[in-house]
């Protein structure tokens, strides 16, 4: 055995980080890959060591004696260190670990959580209930007969456990539960152990005694707008390390708002033998509520359009109730109409309003409050969602080769989004190559494309498809890099398999944002293994992929996009450009495969997409996502007008968010001459809802003069004002946000018993009662894992006895020198 410390301390100089070796020191103990040279090493080093000096005495006959001690002190070192290296001493740690299962207890702490738990389903249940949580002391042994005696009549709930049980939150009382639990914690730790944790949107691990289990309660306001249960189990195999999992006992209403379905994380945690018992909680009745669960807008329009907000009600308790439901920009009203609910459905109807005025508008879809509706719930009466008003309309050109389903779809909705056009006609202007080839034009008239930079560059945006580089007209591609690069052009590049973009020259695929491999038409998937398509966190605050105001909405939104087959083939992402989204089934040493990317190049914008089937986005959707998303596309790289770029202008990405959500800043600074603004740093003043002021450092963008990029995280619910003074007398930029908290997890307060009996059968688990835990002794019976711990680590290669070696040799040599000895 060596001593703890002093291994401790050798093993921290040489770097060595095995966490086992350091965790068991104690065991560790000193071995030899050549026991027998040591111990002849060792019987010899001794009489050498008598030897040289001997020799040195004879030898150097005048030195002082302290330097013949010491240059034989010297030698023997240098021997005993080769000796040692020769002898191969190494640290060996063999043992056998037992690994205690885990037990995890998960409460759901989401904002539904704080919604009553009752009423409940009878006054024997109410009973056993109040026994549970400690509201009523349990019963003398004497009496427990009678208390099982159904004949009997049980005597009535004393007034204040029958206000309390009235009153008590689900949280609360799983709480009160698992804390009363206390001695079956107890004994279920003996033989495991058990893990304390809490859950909205991340795992929460809490450091409580098995014996008196206290959670901490929840805060006052609303701080968890969002349940992701799957996230959470996931997280419980992650943080049991490999270490098997007796059960995972999870206190939850049932509602998921987001992140991995809880089905898949029941297979995971099914696969991992690892059962869930879901612990119901919520009364079993619908609460009488009238809930706004969705709202929908076109998201962009322009002055003079007829704007329409789609809606969608549900309501239980409230049938054959009329209600008027109303649209309000901030404090005016837009629209209402009148409805007859129809309990358990989910009802759709659109509210319509003339766009007057240009800018961000904030609409209000509101259901007045019903008799009889709690009042946490009187929260999901209301939601909102913005609408950008443009004071003009997007000049749009489309060119693609054959009428490919994406193009089919994609001409469908530039056409019916009023707030573009052609470059003289009211609807965009589409040209595919399929339909000109059938066409002969008379001799001497102008072809379809554009003849001149610029007729191309009276467009705002330009949509490539897929098109081969020869059916284009010659120098068409070099015209359109000039356009973007000088002229600000906005283009789209729509990938595709015949051509677009693998059969473009160097300079022409120096427009795009992505770099492409050296050979090869695209990727294509099997059958039986599609792609699938993720978000980045950068794509999670771009405009462009703002499907919804809700970042959780939005962000389920794309988690349910449908599989793929051919994505383009991308190696990486260009220096400088911003990829919002990747494949997740293509990787290589640069990373995930680009698939929704964008640029500037020179002062216009790129956008590439390199996928052919966003039309599939439209399953289970209809239009809506696909429409979002190429409306935003169009308008996001769209050429800006000249008088834009002699002023500062500051965006905000996304305009709307929660509370501790981040959002995006860009600002374009210029100063009063109209010249780009070159500081490396500048900084924007924000005005915050309580009137604490703050400020937010952006970065200067080295790629595009004045541009300047920032992100600000707001806390506090309310309206948010963003100021950049360039000084001098020049305009100031402005940009303004509205913080929201989320309504998602009130849309759907009821207990969702169906699927956490799912989530418990597809792992292996039960779904209990909460007055049935002591079944839990039954059903966790998981037996102590034991694993072999065999380690090894060398104690002569490495750098301190390299060291050690060359400074005792170095102060060998330097003594003779000094005293002129050879």
């Not at 080769?82 to 037990?103: C, I, N």
């Not at 790289?637 to 002699?646: H, L, P, Q, S």
Request: glycine share 8%.
């Amino acid at each position: 055995m060596i001593p703890t410390g002093l291994l401790k301390w050798f093993l921290d100089t040489i770097g060595y980080a095995d966490r086992e070796v350091l965790t068991h020191l104690d065991q560790v103990t000193l071995a030899f890959q050549r026991p027998g040279l040591l111990w002849l090493g060792l019987l010899v080093w001794g009489p050498l060591v008598w030897w040289m000096r001997r020799r040195q005495m004879r030898q150097f006959t005048s030195a002082p004696q302290w330097l013949i001690n010491t240059l034989t002190a010297t030698r023997a070192i240098i021997l005993g260190l080769m000796l040692l290296t020769l002898a191969g001493p190494f640290l060996k740690l063999d043992q056998r670990v037992e690994k205690r299962p885990v037990v995890a207890v998960l409460l759901d702490q989401s904002d539904s959580m704080r919604l009553p738990a009752g009423p409940f389903e009878s006054d024997a249940v109410t009973r056993a209930v109040a026994l549970a949580a400690g509201l009523l002391p349990p019963p003398a042994p004497a009496s427990a007969p009678a208390a099982n005696d159904a004949t009997a009549t049980p005597e009535p709930l004393p007034a204040p456990v029958t206000e309390a049980l009235q009153t008590i939150s689900r949280f609360d009382l799983a709480r009160a539960v698992v804390t009363q639990s206390g001695p079956l914690w107890k004994e279920l730790a003996e033989t495991n152990d058990v893990r304390f944790y809490q859950s909205a949107t991340t795992l929460v691990p809490l450091s409580l005694e098995p014996d008196q289990p206290e959670y901490p309660g929840l805060e006052e306001s609303p701080t968890f707008p969002a349940t992701h249960l799957g996230d959470a189990l996931a997280e419980v195999l992650e943080d049991a390390a490999g270490r098997p999992v007796a059960g995972i006992i999870l206190f939850s209403d049932g509602q998921n708002t987001g992140g991995i379905s809880p089905a898949e994380a029941a297979r995971t945690a099914g696969l991992a033998h690892a059962p869930v018992h879901t612990i119901p909680l919520g009364p079993p009745v619908r609460l009488r509520d009238v809930a706004v669960v969705d709202l929908f807008t076109s998201g962009q329009v322009s002055v003079g359009d007829t704007a329409q907000v789609s809606v969608t009600l549900e309501s239980t308790g409230f049938d054959g109730q009329p209600v008027e439901v109303q649209l309000f920009d901030g404090t005016t009203p837009l629209a209402s109409r009148r409805l007859v609910l129809a309990s358990g459905e989910q009802q759709h109807m659109e509210l319509s309003f003339e766009a007057k005025e240009p800018g961000l508008r904030t609409l209000n879809v509101v259901v007045p409050v019903l008799t009889d509706e709690l009042v946490p719930l009187h929260a999901n009466n209301s939601d909102t969602t913005q609408l950008r008003v443009a004071a003009g309309r997007v000049k749009v050109l489309l060119i693609d080769g054959a009428p490919r389903w994406d193009f089919r779809f994609l001409k469908n909705a530039l056409r019916r989004d009023h707030g573009l056009e052609g470059r003289s006609a009211p609807e965009v202007d589409v040209l595919l190559d399929s339909e000109l080839a059938r066409k002969t034009l008379p001799a001497g008239s102008p072809g379809p494309y554009p003849a001149t930079l610029d007729d191309l560059c009276e467009y705002h945006t330009v949509i490539l498809g897929d098109i081969p580089v020869d059916r284009l007209p010659a120098g068409f591609l070099a015209m359109l890099r000039q356009g973007v690069e000088e002229r600000g052009l906005g283009l789209i590049v729509a990938a595709g398999p015949r051509g677009t973009p693998q059969s473009w020259s160097d300079s022409e695929r120096d427009l795009l944002p992505v770099r492409l491999s050296a050979s090869g038409n695209g990727s294509l998937a099997p059958v039986y293994n599609p792609f699938r398509l993720a978000v980045t966190p950068e794509g999670e605050l771009h405009e462009l992929l703002r499907l919804s105001p809700d970042a959780g909405q939005n962000r389920e939104a794309w988690e349910r996009m449908p599989p793929f087959f051919w994505a383009a083939p991308c190696e990486r992402a260009s220096p400088a450009a911003s990829v919002l989204a990747v494949n997740t089934s293509v990787e290589n040493g640069f990373g995930r495969q680009p698939l929704i990317a964008w640029h500037f190049f020179g002062t216009g914008r790129v956008l590439f997409v390199g996928t052919d089937s966003t039309w599939l986005w439209r399953q289970n959707s209809g239009d809506r996502y696909f429409y979002t998303f190429w409306g935003q596309a169009v308008r996001f790289v769209a050429r800006r007008d000249a008088d834009e770029g002699k002023k500062s202008r500051l965006e905000i990405s996304p305009a709307r968010v929660q509370p501790g959500e981040a959002t995006r800043l860009e600002l374009w600074g210029v100063n009063t001459a109209g010249e780009p603004l070159t500081d490396p740093r500048v900084v924007v003043q924000v005005e915050t809802p309580d009137g604490t002021p703050a400020q937010v450092d952006l970065a200067i963008d080295k790629q595009q003069p004045g541009r300047y990029t920032g992100r600000f995280v707001p806390t506090l619910a309310g309206d948010y004002t963003a100021t950049f003074d360039p000084g001098q007398g020049a305009d100031r930029a402005e940009a303004r946000i509205k913080v929201l908290p989320s309504t998602t997890e009130l849309r759907r307060p009821n207990l969702n018993r169906v699927a956490l009996a799912g989530l418990a059968s597809g792992s292996g688990g039960e779904l209990l009662e909460l007055t049935a835990l002591e079944r839990l002794r039954s059903l966790l019976r998981g037996t102590p894992g034991t694993t072999q711990l065999y380690r090894e680590k060398t104690l002569w290669d490495n750098w301190l006895m390299l060291v050690l070696l060359v400074l005792v040799y170095s102060l060998d040599v330097a003594l003779r020198r000094l005293a002129g000895l050879t």
